[in-house]
Nanobody, 115 residues
Framework: VQLVESGGGLVQPGGSLRLSCAAS????????MDWFRQAPGKEREWVAG????????HYADSVKGRFTISRDNAKNTVYLQMNSLKPEDTAVYYC?????????WGQGTQVTVSS
């Protein structure tokens, strides 16, 4: 199993970024996917989740209304569209899947929100 995140970077407050997570090594369309983040000195926290077919999504209160999780099962990719970014959104963002065999994490992509 491999999860590869991309799309992070430096953005000004109020800006937008779109993260991608390309998955391989398992049947992507059978599993829900999640995004987590970890800020410096803080514990990793859950950000958003999406069901296997994409029909159900859930968000942490801190990002609700600003972030949108989506997926393209034909491309084995899950996305996180982040709008109205705030400095407190600065973190390493991780893609996550729990399969019947084990849990898997990507290597993470850095998002920095600063003026």
């Amino acid at each position: 199993v491999q999860l590869v995140e991309s799309g992070g970077g430096l953005v000004q407050p109020g800006g937008s970024l779109r993260l991608s997570c390309a998955a391989s090594g398992f049947t992507f369309s059978r599993y829900g996917m999640d995004w987590f983040r970890q800020a410096p000195g803080k514990e990793r926290e859950w950000v958003a989740g999406i069901s296997d077919a994409g029909g159900s999504t859930h968000y942490a209160d801190s990002v609700k209304g600003r972030f949108t999780i989506s997926r393209d099962n034909a491309k084995n990719t899950v996305y996180l569209q982040m709008n109205s970014l705030k400095p407190e959104d600065t973190a390493v963002y991780y893609c996550y899947v729990a399969t019947y065999r084990s849990d898997y994490w990507g290597q993470g992509t850095q998002v920095t929100v600063s003026s």
